[in-house]
């Protein structure tokens, strides 16, 4: 708890958290919870863009005040909503649980006694007859979320930084083509990791930058060859 | 980048310009968006928070049945001319009750810094508009002076119930709604960051304890204290009033305080109003569970 809260701090460190005025002022959301259910939808969501299409079944554990009271804010229906693709103030999130079962999706909610890093915190594993994928993602106020776990992997991002991950073909040329699109846009990478034990034959990029990413740059990555997705994780 | 309301009311002094203007030209900065688009933006804000308070003065009910209708009785009572503490305080205490009612009966709203706090910011706005007649851009502006002061908490402090208790919501969301109500009244920088510390000292402390986990009690009755606390702290730092601590020091109180809260009054439910008898007799009706004790 005090090493994430620690990091809140911008004294001397020189870390902002919250960049955009619309951290703070935002988002549009369908209620009751900021935190608890915008925050949850978006890691639903997250979820939904790595995997690349709707699973067919969802195992998701919650952890520490998520585990208290997810009944409470919705956070099962608005994680599921996320898994749906739907965004913060999309009003289907409400039915969200049903939309899932007529969908066809199997889930199961898992309240975690274990104390966690930060006390909103969710694990959510999908998947269907082909892969199937886990992440952790933690909501840490306002509806602003960070995926600190991916297939297992943690995923060693500073959490002072804009941050995406690119899911990728392990070719040679495919990490220049990425760096050098950013590079286009003029945003500076400060710290790069890649790793090969992604998804099946898969490998991952998580890169922090110094700039904020616009989506129209993810959409320009997501075009580049051997890219199969691309998704923010902190901004 | 102003990191702290220190920084921030210099900033505006040395540049002879409001701290909306200082928060707008910053987020031109960060995100490379335009004047225009940043204030587009905002004002699809305003008008989500415009559509919220309509929507809750007609009258809404969450699922529970916890919440709902406090808005509308307020209003009625306005409405008798007879009120103690005048219809202006009563008309932003019942708009920032209907933002968050309409926001436990899962309806859209504006996270304000969050959606637990989200009645406090346009509850003041929607009621001080009355009297001092903004134009919609001024109102957009009100948005952002809340955004600055929001800022500076979420970076120095927390804005999270879950890390630093109700303090760090309804508290923030006051000390916001207090610095911008102060600057669309006329009031210098220097003294939205008065309003700002004179409305948080009073939040200190302020723990999340939601009963059943639901955003429902006691958080839409804190946003409308938060509105009211919001308004008064606004008219003494307006009369000159100062705050003997410092704003930045009195957000870091609060992020101390935060830290050294117990986790069972951290938005767990496990203590505080949840766990009164009432509290757990509520959860166990609502969930259709026994009663049980988790301590």
Known sequence: MEAVLSINKIKGGGVVKYKSVFDIIGPIMIGPSSSHTAGAARIGRVARSLFGREPQW?????????????????????????????????????????????????????????????????????????????????????????????????????????????????????????????????????????????????????????????????????????????????? | MFKSAAELVKLAEDQQKKISDIMIEQEQE???????????????????????????????HSLSGLTGGDAVLLQQYIQKGNTLSGPLLLDAVSKAVATNEVNAAMGTICATPTAGSAGVVPGTLFAVQEKLKPTREEKIHFLFTAGAFGYIVANNASISGAAGGCQAEVGSASGMAAAAITEMAGGTPAQCAEAMAITLKNMLGLVCDPVAGLVEVPCVKRNAMGAANAMVAADMALAGVTSRIPCDEVIDAMYKIGQTMPSALRETAGGGLAATPTGRKLEAKIYGTPLQSRD
């Open chain 1, 58 to 235: 969802a195992v998701i554990s919650f952890y520490g005040s998520f585990a208290e009271t997810f009944k409470g804010h919705a956070t099962d229906v608005a994680i599921v909503g996320g898994l749906l693709d739907f965004d913060t103030f999309d009003e289907r999130i409400k039915d969200a649980i049903n939309i899932a079962k007529e969908h066809g999706i199997d889930i199961q909610f898992v309240k975690e006694k274990s104390v966690p890093v930060h006390p909103n915190t969710a694990k959510v594993r999908i998947g269907d007859d082909q892969s199937e994928m886990e992440l952790v993602g933690i909501s840490i106020g306002g509806g602003k979320i960070e995926i600190t776990e991916l297939n297992g992997f943690e995923l060693k991002l500073t959490g002072h930084h804009p941050a995406i991950l690119v899911v990728h073909e392990d070719r040679s040329g495919a990490i220049a083509t990425v760096s050098n699109e950013l590079a286009k846009h003029n945003i500076n990478i400060g710290h790069m990791q890649v790793s090969r034990k992604g998804i099946g034959e898969m490998a991952l990029m998580t890169i922090e930058v110094d700039q904020m990413i616009d989506d129209e740059v993810l959409d320009e990555i997501r075009r580049l060859p051997h890219i199969t997705q691309v998704v923010r994780v902190a901004d």
């Open chain 2, 30 to 60: 960060v995100t490379g968006k335009s004047y225009e688009e940043i204030i587009e933006l905002m004002g699809k804000n305003l008008d989500v928070m415009e559509q919220a308070v309509e929507r809750g003065l007609k009258g809404v």
